[in-house]
């Protein structure tokens, strides 16, 4: 089979296309016809060996945690998926290997794929998705009736945090440049501004607020100019950085580690079939061109998120 290897850490140069042996599963694996992967901001990090210590990884290693396909064989000792099923995972972030024709996933990080999208497009869903569920209902703990703010809330991640906390009650200010504001309205948002004046303060748009998610990428000190955000006894979740606490005020700070969970996968591809969590993928790109698509992430050109398909 072809897959998308690297052998060495290194720039987007080290990626090659080439052949492979096809997996076996074993126990407790399941192998997938791969549709469709994606490219994720780690994707780069792990290639580039910078998270090489806190994700020991065998080379050579095949990229692509985001994984849309068919199942095609089962592991021993396993009843649940069967041949043929359509499936989406995130696969774990030391073994990977979405970037191919096949790849072994563990079965309890698989969940059926939307009715309701092309499969393909399913695959932008696994990582993001997880992490805002995560973000959401894990660190934020979001109630019904909180108010938040999401900045950075037209992005991958920020976007689906912004329909998960609206569907979950919440009234939201998402914050993002102008391009991404009428999507944003349409996902509900409450309120939707462009970038935040830090110096202005939490009361320019609205604030504080009960739960402030951040996926912007800013200073320490930038960072720091957020905790007045965050009202008496409430909480920050960031993907870029710890936003300091201030326990006089009792407001805490969360960060995220995102982690496979096929339970949580279920929950948001059954709110996508439902309509109330939409997917939004810029650009298809063929796994051939992955060495393109790291190189044009690296150098800020990617429109936003890309599916990589697999034929």
Do not use: C
Not at 209 to 234: C, I, K, W
């Amino acid at each position: 089979m072809k897959a998308i290897r690297f052998h060495e850490f290194g720039s987007s140069e080290v990626l090659r296309y080439e052949d492979v042996e096809r997996p076996v599963p074993g126990a407790g694996q399941v192998l997938v016809r791969v549709a469709a992967t994606s490219f994720n901001p780690v994707d780069d990090h792990i290639r580039a060996g910078f998270l090489a210590e806190m994700i020991p990884i065998a080379l050579p290693y095949v990229p692509g945690l985001d994984l849309a396909g068919t199942v095609v064989e089962l592991g021993s000792e396993l009843t649940g998926p069967k041949a043929g099923d359509r499936v989406v995972a995130m696969l774990p972030l030391d073994s990977a290997g979405g970037a191919a024709e096949y790849v072994l996933a563990p079965a309890d990080s698989l969940a059926p794929a939307p009715r309701t999208t092309e499969l393909v497009d399913a695959a932008a869903l696994p990582l993001t998705g997880l992490a805002a569920w995560q973000t959401v209902f894990e660190l934020a703990e979001l109630k019904p009736g909180q108010t938040v703010l999401v900045n950075g809330a037209g992005g991958a991640v920020g976007s689906l945090v912004v329909q998960l906390a609206v569907d979950a009650g919440a009234h939201v200010t998402a914050v993002d440049s102008s391009q991404h504001a009428d999507r944003l309205r349409g996902y509900g948002a409450d309120r939707v501004t462009g970038p935040l004046d830090l110096a202005a303060g939490p009361g320019a748009v609205g604030g504080p607020f009960q739960v402030v998610v951040n996926h912007v990428r800013v200073s320490p000190e930038e960072l720091a100019q957020l905790t007045p955000y965050v009202a008496d006894g409430g909480v920050s979740a960031s993907t870029a950085g710890p936003i300091p606490e201030d326990p006089a005020r009792g407001v805490r700070s969360a960060s995220l580690w995102v982690r496979s969970d096929g339970s949580q996968l279920t929950e948001l591809v059954a709110k996508v079939d439902a309509g109330t969590l939409r997917v939004h993928v810029a650009a298809h790109r063929p796994v051939a061109e992955l060495a393109a698509v790291h190189e044009d992430a690296g150098a800020g050109r990617l429109p936003g998120r890309t599916v990589v398909r697999v034929p």
